[in-house]
Protein backbone atom coordinates (compact mmCIF):
# COMPACT_ATOMS: atom_id res chain seq x y z
CA UNK A 1 0.00 0.00 0.00
CA UNK A 2 1.14 3.38 -0.78
CA UNK A 3 -0.31 6.75 -0.55
CA UNK A 4 0.57 9.58 -2.60
CA UNK A 5 0.33 13.57 -1.79
CA UNK A 6 -0.12 16.27 -5.18
CA UNK A 7 1.35 19.56 -4.77
CA UNK A 8 2.20 22.57 -6.31
CA UNK A 9 -0.87 22.98 -8.55
CA UNK A 10 -2.03 26.67 -8.78
CA UNK A 11 -2.95 29.42 -11.13
CA UNK A 12 -0.76 30.30 -13.87
CA UNK A 13 -0.78 32.49 -16.26
CA UNK A 14 -0.45 31.80 -20.49
CA UNK A 15 3.02 30.98 -21.00
CA UNK A 16 3.76 29.90 -17.08
CA UNK A 17 5.40 27.20 -15.62
CA UNK A 18 4.59 24.96 -12.17
CA UNK A 19 6.17 22.16 -11.08
CA UNK A 20 4.18 19.63 -9.27
CA UNK A 21 5.04 16.97 -6.41
CA UNK A 22 4.23 13.49 -5.94
CA UNK A 23 5.07 12.62 -2.42
CA UNK A 24 4.36 8.85 -1.81
CA UNK A 25 4.41 6.94 1.64
CA UNK A 26 7.00 4.61 1.27
CA UNK A 27 9.86 3.83 -0.97
CA UNK A 28 9.47 4.04 -4.40
CA UNK A 29 12.91 2.56 -4.80
CA UNK A 30 12.93 -0.56 -8.18
CA UNK A 31 8.86 -1.31 -6.99
CA UNK A 32 6.98 1.38 -8.43
CA UNK A 33 6.46 2.87 -11.78
CA UNK A 34 4.99 6.45 -11.70
CA UNK A 35 3.39 9.17 -13.72
CA UNK A 36 1.29 11.77 -13.87
CA UNK A 37 -2.16 12.02 -15.34
CA UNK A 38 -4.95 14.87 -15.91
CA UNK A 39 -8.70 15.83 -16.38
CA UNK A 40 -9.77 18.34 -17.73
CA UNK A 41 -13.87 19.38 -17.32
CA UNK A 42 -15.88 17.34 -19.41
CA UNK A 43 -13.11 15.13 -20.81
CA UNK A 44 -11.84 11.83 -20.15
CA UNK A 45 -8.54 11.08 -17.80
CA UNK A 46 -5.84 11.32 -20.48
CA UNK A 47 -1.70 10.33 -19.66
CA UNK A 48 0.52 13.22 -19.54
CA UNK A 49 4.16 11.67 -18.52
CA UNK A 50 5.10 8.32 -16.79
CA UNK A 51 8.62 7.22 -15.61
CA UNK A 52 9.34 3.82 -14.95
CA UNK A 53 10.92 2.18 -12.35
CA UNK A 54 14.42 1.76 -14.65
CA UNK A 55 14.24 5.50 -15.11
CA UNK A 56 13.12 5.32 -18.85
CA UNK A 57 10.32 8.24 -19.60
CA UNK A 58 7.52 8.55 -22.36
CA UNK A 59 5.53 11.46 -22.90
CA UNK A 60 2.49 12.01 -24.51
CA UNK A 61 2.45 14.16 -27.84
CA UNK A 62 1.39 17.80 -26.25
CA UNK A 63 4.14 17.13 -23.15
CA UNK A 64 6.46 16.16 -25.12
CA UNK A 65 8.49 19.32 -25.69
CA UNK A 66 6.88 21.69 -22.54
CA UNK A 67 7.19 18.94 -19.78
CA UNK A 68 9.51 17.03 -18.05
CA UNK A 69 9.27 13.84 -15.82
CA UNK A 70 11.46 13.08 -13.16
CA UNK A 71 11.98 11.28 -9.69
CA UNK A 72 13.85 11.24 -6.93
CA UNK A 73 14.00 8.30 -5.24
CA UNK A 74 15.73 8.70 -2.17
CA UNK A 75 12.88 11.73 -1.65
CA UNK A 76 9.96 9.17 -2.62
CA UNK A 77 9.27 12.06 -4.63
CA UNK A 78 8.21 12.24 -8.63
CA UNK A 79 8.25 15.85 -10.73
CA UNK A 80 6.66 17.44 -13.35
CA UNK A 81 7.83 20.55 -14.60
CA UNK A 82 5.49 22.19 -16.64
CA UNK A 83 6.63 24.78 -19.38
CA UNK A 84 5.28 27.50 -21.44
CA UNK A 85 1.86 26.41 -20.21
CA UNK A 86 -1.74 27.31 -22.15
CA UNK A 87 -5.39 27.32 -21.51
CA UNK A 88 -5.65 23.49 -22.54
CA UNK A 89 -3.62 22.75 -19.67
CA UNK A 90 -5.90 23.50 -17.36
CA UNK A 91 -6.93 20.20 -15.79
CA UNK A 92 -6.63 18.38 -12.44
CA UNK A 93 -3.06 16.84 -12.74
CA UNK A 94 -3.37 12.92 -10.83
CA UNK A 95 0.08 11.44 -9.74
CA UNK A 96 -0.20 7.56 -10.14
CA UNK A 97 1.90 4.66 -8.95
CA UNK A 98 1.65 0.76 -10.10
CA UNK A 99 3.45 -1.98 -8.21
CA UNK A 100 5.81 -4.08 -10.18
CA UNK A 101 5.66 -6.60 -7.88
CA UNK A 102 1.65 -6.59 -6.56
CA UNK A 103 0.48 -5.12 -9.86
CA UNK A 104 -1.65 -2.68 -8.12
CA UNK A 105 -1.99 0.36 -8.93
CA UNK A 106 -2.40 3.87 -6.67
CA UNK A 107 -3.69 7.37 -7.15
CA UNK A 108 -3.14 10.78 -5.55
CA UNK A 109 -6.16 12.74 -4.96
CA UNK A 110 -5.32 15.20 -7.65
CA UNK A 111 -3.78 18.90 -7.78
CA UNK A 112 -5.58 22.04 -9.40
CA UNK A 113 -4.03 23.50 -12.34
CA UNK A 114 -5.62 26.49 -13.72
CA UNK A 115 -4.18 28.52 -16.79
CA UNK A 116 -5.51 31.76 -17.50
CA UNK A 117 -5.13 35.39 -18.06
Known amino acids: QVQLVESGGGLVQPGGSLRLSCAAS????????MGWYRQAPGKERETVAV???????DYADFAKVRFTISRDNAKNTVYLQMNSLNLEDTAVYYC???????????WGQGTQVTVSS
Open 96 to 106: YAHSAYSGNDY
Open 26 to 33: RSLLNIYD
Open 51 to 57: ILRGGSR
